[in-house]
């Protein structure tokens, strides 16, 4: 259950800060850290690159279709189709359900573009639904309120890495004969009642950008479905539906996975357990910490889902009182990396005027766009860097320090996280960075 009360009258700036709060808190803390998952698989990801360079099979090589392979085993499904990126599975996804211009396609507008601009791109209406305020997620009541004869598809996000209520959407789904495509891209091992996401609906998408639970080192995603029927269709269309070649049975796209992402994916899904599992630990670390400094008044957090798996994509918090916006800008003086995911609902954006949409159509979403911010929550995150992260929201806030005895337990589990920080984190600027664009 997400804790919230009522912030306090006065404004954290107007009140000093507690004293001795900064001893043991580091001087940054990254948003992102990619650098230290690859140098535990340095050597690894190089002799599987050089493989694929001494083959010269770069696209579609064998390491494709064995990653499609130990993927299928990984998510429990009979059909893995890779393809160029998450933007491209989403696309590929409405042609195989042959999404045609003015057919309609429910989904949510708090989500990354690409979920609306797959279905723009083929002439379809993307009929945006409000969200729960808790979980972020698609709000299954609205999806039924917006179904009409001209509704063809309903996209769940998987948001966050946390599954949408597929308890509610499949029946809304099944009485309409509509099918759902999973918006998977942040989800990879989610689950629902024990079932990976990808193989709820009738199609999943995910994607391979490198801030992903599993990431290549470029673009690149793939798609997951039970049917095969849809299956054969994926397979033809990310080919510019060429088969045999030269002979184009359909017109497709050019979606191909590089061999060498695929190479370096494969040395990476061994470890996506283990990386989930620190994901899981690092989220109910930072739980106990927000706990521990009572910030229940001025920050609501994430929690579990009973019947699904959390992966922890990001760790996303709602700042309440308006005070979003000023959290960030202290935590960036400090050096700690965080971001907004995201700061325009997609049916507020500029692109999208034409549709109609207007601001107070969908609250919760205009809501969370204005108070979320998402925390680090890697892998490869330390004790000592959610300490600093946590510390100085509560130093904006003006919350007590920690007790000692708090203290003294969490350096014992990690004492040289505390006292001197290790030659990665000195390094290393504050939002290790992916590019510039984090979906």
Known sequence: MIRSQQSPASSPASRPAPP?????????????????????????IRAAIDRVCDSGRF??????AELEKELARELGVPHVISCGSGSDALLLALMALD???????????YTFFATASAVTRLGAVPIFADIDPTSFLIDPVEVK????????????????GRTADMDALLPIAQAAGIPIVEDAAQSILSSWHGRCTGGLGDIGCF?????????GIGDGGFLTTTRDDLAASLKLLRVHGMEPRYYHQV????????????AVLRVKLPHLEAWTTSRQTNAARYLDLFADYHLDRSINVPTEEPRGRHV???????VNDGQRDALRTHLTKCNVGTEIYYPVPLHLQKCF???GWSVGDLPETERAAKETLALPIFPELQPAEQRTVVGRIAEFFNAPPLRKSRDEETRTHAPEQVVDEPHYLRKMNAVGRADDVRC
């Not at 001795?20 to 698989?41: E, H, P, W």
């Not at 994607?207 to 639970?213: A, H, I, M, R, V």
């Open 251 to 262: 017109v497709g796209i050019n979606s191909r996975l590089d061999t060498i992402q695929a």
């Open 207 to 215: 994607s391979f950008y490198p801030t992903k639970n599993l990431g």
């Open 59 to 64: 696209v579609l090589g064998p390491d494709v």
């Open 20 to 44: 001795a709060a900064t001893d043991t808190l580091l001087s940054s803390v990254g948003l992102l850290a990619l650098d230290r998952q690859y140098a535990v698989l340095r050597e690894s």
């Open 353 to 355: 005027a034409h549709l």
């Open 312 to 318: 922890w994509n990001q760790f996303v918090i709602r």
């Open 99 to 109: 999404i045609q211009p003015g057919d309609e396609v429910i989904l949510p507008s």
């Open 145 to 160: 309120r917006k179904i009409s004869r001209r509704t063809k598809a309903i996209m769940p996000v998987h948001l966050f």
